[in-house]
T-cell receptor, first 112, second 112 residues
Framework: SQQGEEDPQALSIQEGENATMNCSYKTSINNLQWYRQNSGRGLVHLILIRSNEREKHSGRLRVTLDTSKKSSSLLITASRAADTASYFCATDLGGSQGNLIFGKGTKLSVKP | ETGVTQTPRHLVMGMTNKKSLKCEQHLGHNAMYWYKQSAKKPLELMFVYNFKEQTENNSVPSRFSPECPNSSHLFLHLHTLQPEDSALYLC???????????FGQGTRLTVV
């Protein structure tokens, strides 16, 4: 299995609810990043959390990182229909090349 | 808009055709990347260019040929492709040492 794996693969919620997505990885990382992708379009960078950080906030997004468990979670609070997209975690193993390893993603559907 | 522009957005080509994908960024980034996104598979890194030099070739078949004439432009030349090469091809750029990547909208390639 690959370095980053998101869980669940698909998530369907009602507008206003919170959405939690998890990511697990296997090797030591320099940082972990979350991206969003609307159907068939490019990825949009959401948030980066470094290996020495445990929690980070950005607007309605909250990311946690547990390096002992090699896992991260992305929480979207008060979800909106516009949050409907696929969410990917990407692990950066370090080095100057910026080689990110992506998981398969979680497909989030927010129903109005 | 992320500052990374890819053209064309859609491309249909026959297996004997030769075509090129173009990526352009004016973010002042020094590293540029090609990724391949196939259905139900994780995003796959194909090539990395750092300061116009190719620093990573992730075992990509020779029918894909990248070119980086300057730090703002990246091309992917395609020839004698196979139907299984049909995918979304994403270009990204980042600063040399900071791995936050900015992605283009992608080129949806269909090989017939």
């Amino acid at each position: 299995s690959q370095q980053g794996e998101e869980d669940p693969q698909a998530l369907s919620i009602q507008e206003g609810e919170n959405a939690t997505m998890n990511c697990s990885y296997k090797t030591s990382i320099n940082n972990l990043q979350w991206y969003r992708q609307n159907s068939g379009r490019g990825l949009v960078h959401l948030i980066l959390i470094r290996s020495n950080e445990r929690e980070k906030h950005s607007g309605r997004l909250r990311v946690t990182l547990d390096t002992s468990k090699k896992s991260s979670s992305l929480l979207i609070t008060a979800s909106r229909a516009a949050d409907t997209a696929s969410y990917f975690c990407a692990t950066d193993l370090g080095g100057s090349q910026g080689n990110l390893i992506f998981g398969k993603g979680t497909k989030l559907s927010v129903k109005p | 808009e992320t500052g990374v522009t890819q053209t064309p957005r859609h491309l249909v080509m026959g297996m004997t055709n030769k075509k090129s994908l173009k990526c352009e960024q004016h973010l002042g980034h020094n590293a540029m990347y090609w990724y391949k996104q196939s259905a139900k598979k994780p995003l796959e890194l194909m090539f990395v260019y750092n300061f116009k030099e190719q620093t990573e070739n992730n075992s990509v078949p020779s029918r894909f040929s990248p070119e980086c004439p300057n730090s703002s432009h990246l091309f992917l030349h395609l020839h004698t492709l196979q139907p299984e090469d049909s995918a979304l091809y994403l270009c990204a750029s980042s600063q040399d040492e900071i791995t936050e990547a900015f992605f283009g909208q992608g080129t949806r390639l269909t090989v017939v």
